[in-house]
């Protein structure tokens, strides 16, 4: 099994950028696939955006919830085993741990949380008004 560090989290203004990093150790994920979830307080654990390898296309395909589009971008550096997630513009209801998953065999959803077989503990990230 894969272990996932997260890191990158912290105390923000309104419309400032933070850029999240997840390393994996173990063994290589640049055939996973990665997402990112999120949970705010007294919520449930969301999905947010998502990385996933077509080997029949040969690329990466993007995934993301509408209330972060055009904000935040995941992407990947396969050389530091690492998935990153750059957040712009940033509100206070993006304010939640911040989670990365790996999924070592694409299930047929990016966006069901169940599907992922490895997680990190976590970072936060506090987005004041």
């Known amino acids: 099994q894969v272990q996932l560090v997260e890191s990158g989290g912290g105390l923000v203004q309104a419309g400032s950028s933070l850029t999240l990093s997840c390393a994996a150790s173990?063994?290589?994920?640049?055939?996973?696939?990665m997402a990112w979830f999120r949970q705010a307080p007294g919520k449930e654990r969301e999905f947010v955006a998502s990385?996933?390898?077509?080997?029949?296309?040969?690329?990466?395909?993007?995934d993301s919830i509408d209330s972060v589009k055009g904000r935040f971008t995941i992407s990947r550096d396969n050389a530091k085993n690492t998935v990153y997630l750059q957040m712009n513009s940033l509100k206070p209801e993006d304010t939640a741990v911040y989670y990365c998953?790996?999924?070592?065999?694409?299930?047929?959803?990016?966006?069901?949380?169940?599907?992922?077989?490895?997680w990190g503990q976590g970072t936060q990230v506090t987005v004041s008004s």
């Open positions: 998953a790996a999924q070592s065999k694409y299930s047929g959803s990016v966006r069901d949380q169940r599907r992922y077989d490895s």
């Open positions: 173990g063994r290589t994920v640049s055939s996973d696939s």
């Open positions: 990385s996933r390898w077509s080997a029949t296309s040969g690329i990466y395909f993007t």
